[in-house]
């Protein structure tokens, strides 16, 4: 006659174990989830501060092409006692124009080549500003207006080209 006992045993350890190994089996899986789950949030997360970057790259590169042409406008208005300080101010919104130029490209190599025609367009735009002006002891004025042509063709191309940037 078989003993009961003994087989009661069995199931009931065979029971236990089964349920060890579901448990055991289901833990790890939630592990792995979850492991998956946060790995793709940290790249969504890479990819929204790379778009952030680059977007305030363009943001930069408008604005600071924007300033230099007004300070440039402005100029060309009359003579002014602090001629030479608003020449200098022309040549660092070029210079920052340039480097601005320089950060689009390394996050946006499809903008790089309109960001860096923009900026090299300020260059010659700024370099203009200066042959043409006439300082004196009383300050300064600009005798030759500016030609915003190149700069304004290179503004209107980055910023199409930075417009098409749709990278998600």
Known sequence: MPDFSV???VISATGTLLGAL??????????????????????????????????QAY????????????????????HWKDMNVRLATIQEHAVSAGEHASRVALLSPETAEAARALAS??????????????MGDEGGQITHPA??????????????????DREE
């Open 7 to 9: 087989a009661t045993t």
């Open 22 to 55: 579901v448990a055991f089996g289901g833990v790890a899986l939630n592990s792995w989830v979850t492991v998956r789950r946060e790995e793709a949030q940290a790249r969504r997360q890479r990819k929204d501060q790379r778009t952030q970057a680059r977007r």
């Open 59 to 78: 943001v930069d590169l408008l604005g600071t092409a924007t300033q230099l042409r007004v300070k440039i406008e402005v100029a060309e208005q009359r």
């Open 121 to 134: 367009a300020a260059v010659r735009l700024a370099a203009a500003t200066a042959k043409h002006t006439t």
């Open 147 to 164: 030609d915003f042509t190149e700069f304004d063709d290179c503004l209107t191309r980055f910023s199409g080209a930075a417009a098409q």
